[in-house]
């Protein structure tokens, strides 16, 4: 069974920037599709990007293009997120997702392991 944490969420200023990372065990996060998704208050979750193999999958949600890159470490078995230019919109907690092999899809059906999320607040 695998396991996901996730690190490095908290608050900033509109215009900052955090870095995510979620730590993989039970699996190797270059040879199984990986993701991130978001979920605001009152909100559905929503996917904002997926990466296989160190190559992103899809097309980022727009909400984000330009301003959230993911990568991922081999060595260290982690998937991270760079998030820049931070607006009060990307408060959220932030999810880390895995499913075996080549990506199916973006939704949140579409993967079988979760972290337990990081929160992000970015404030005016």
């Known amino acids: 069974q695998a396991q996901l944490v996730e690190f490095g969420g908290g608050s900033v200023q509109a215009g900052g920037s955090l870095r995510l990372s979620c730590s993989a065990s039970?699996?190797?996060?270059?040879?199984?599709?990986m993701g991130w998704f978001r979920q605001a208050p009152g909100k559905e979750r929503e996917g904002v990007v997926r990466?296989?193999?160190?190559?992103?999958?899809?097309v980022p949600a727009d909400s984000v293009k330009g301003r959230f890159t993911a990568s991922q470490d081999n060595a260290k078995n982690t998937m991270s997120l760079q998030m820049d230019n931070l607006k009060p919109e990307d408060t959220a907690m932030y999810y880390c997702?895995?499913?075996?092999?080549?990506?199916?899809?973006?939704?949140?059906?579409?993967?079988?392991?979760w972290g337990q999320g990081t929160q992000v607040t970015v404030s005016p």
């Open positions: 997702a895995a499913v075996r092999g080549y990506c199916r899809g973006g939704l949140v059906d579409d993967f079988d392991f």
């Open positions: 990466i296989y193999n160190g190559d992103l999958i899809g």
């Open positions: 039970g699996l190797t996060v270059t040879r199984n599709c």
